[in-house]
């Protein structure tokens, strides 16, 4: 089964704290998901390889360290895990982004895709997956599918925030995918929206409903 890490900083329960509240505008909500996300690319980013490397300081010379040569591709499910790709550029400037779009079918609760357009190396990158809601983890396991069939060999998922259902699902279908969580909440309602969640994060993010 994959691994669930819950990232339990304070400063990303903090902030999380402020995104679920309804009270919190559009320009705010934008801002928060931009830090947690952020705040989030430390932990996702933590088991990266380093290699030594001699620099020359003002005083003397120095063996230091540098991330070894690490291809990361970040890929947010469209259109809500847009909200985070700038928060994990902001620390990795150099990964690079595609995009996958999926909705969800109103009546089967589904995912249906409508867009795919990746870095042409996805095979060569580790690849991280970004969607705010992980709720009935169709939407993140279709996507992890799409990358597997088109050569990705390594691929973690972030979320804000999860259903323990969208979890299951991920890590049933996807045992090998680890999984990177601000918070799991307690269940899915009728229309498969996590309680108590945030609502829907598209439109919070871009202030449409």
Known sequence: MSKLYILDHPLIQHKLT???????????????????????????????????????????????QVIAGKKLGLVPILRAGLGMVEGILKLIPTAKVGHIGLYRDPETHEPVEYYCKLPSDIEERELIVIDPMLATGGSAAAAIQLLKEKGARNIKLMCLIAANEGVSRVQSEHPDIPIYIGAVDEHLNEKRYIVPGLGDAGDRLFGTK
């Open 18 to 64: 402020y995104i679920r509240d309804k009270r919190t505008g559009t320009k705010e909500f934008r801002e928060l998901v931009d830090e947690v996300a952020t705040l989030m690319a430390y932990e996702i980013t933590r088991d990266m390889p380093l290699e030594e490397v001699t620099v020359e300081t003002p005083v003397a010379e120095a063996t230091c």
